[in-house]
């Protein structure tokens, strides 16, 4: 089984990086794909370029072997569609169970989210909840998709709905930004690399 972590990365910290581990822990992941979005479709496009955000991922994650950097929508034009990302991987792993790993905001509003019913032909979706997370009723799309059996993610290779527990750490890339704009010291929550990495590029020093 493969995961797959998207997100903006602006920068990556320990509380992604964190929830990925456990994740792959948890399922028995083979690998980990981290893939940055080039041009997110959801918010306004983030002031670091999308290739130094890919390169702070790229450092993150360099001793964590079965961590992988994807920089597959960097690499495409357009908006950054999930789903156009999962029918690419999908054609690179045609037998593989994928697991898109969310959070519970994204899942709120994953019914924003562009072609959002065909994620399910491509891949299951992993929602990560706090251990104290109550689940609101899901509608029929997602009650005929849900499972509470997490050999059904290994067994199928997509279609499935999931929540799964993980210690989130309480660390957020908005507040890390408002560190360095702040001059202070954003280290030890994120990986020493990256922190040299925007300290040398002088990434996020001003609002």
């Known amino acids: ?30 690998e980990v794909r981290f893939i940055p979005s080039a041009t ?8 670091t370029s999308a290739e130094m955000r890919r390169d702070m991922v790229a450092l993150a994650i360099q001793a964590q072997a079965s961590f992988i950097c994807d920089s597959r929508e960097l690499e495409r034009a357009g908006k950054s569609y999930m789903v156009d990302t999962l029918v690419s991987l999908r054609q690179d792993f045609p037998d593989q169970p994928l697991l898109l790993f969310i959070g519970t905001d994204a899942f709120n509003q994953l019914t924003s989210w562009h072609q959002w019913q065909r ?6 979706v992993v929602v990560m909840t706090r251990p104290s997370f ?3 009723p899901l509608d029929d799309f997602f009650i ?11 067994n199928t290779r997509a279609g499935k709905l999931y929540f799964q ?19 202070r010291s954003p280290r030890f929550l994120l990986p020493d690399a990256v922190v040299d990495y925007i300290t ?8």
């Open 119 to 124: 994620l399910f032909d491509f891949a299951h």
């Open 1 to 30: 089984m493969i995961g797959i972590f998207g997100g903006t990365f602006d920068p990556i910290h320990y509380g992604h990086l964190r929830s990925a581990l456990e994740a792959q822990e948890i399922f028995g992941l083979t």
């Open 134 to 136: 109550t689940r609101q």
């Open 165 to 183: 527990a993980i210690t989130q750490l309480d660390i957020s890339a908005t507040a890390i930004r408002q560190l360095i704009a702040r001059q």
């Open 144 to 154: 005929a998709r849900h499972t509470e059996d997490p050999t059904t993610l290994a």
């Open 200 to 207: 040398h590029n002088q990434l996020y020093e001003t609002n």
């Open 40 to 47: 997110p479709p959801h918010r306004t496009q983030p002031a």
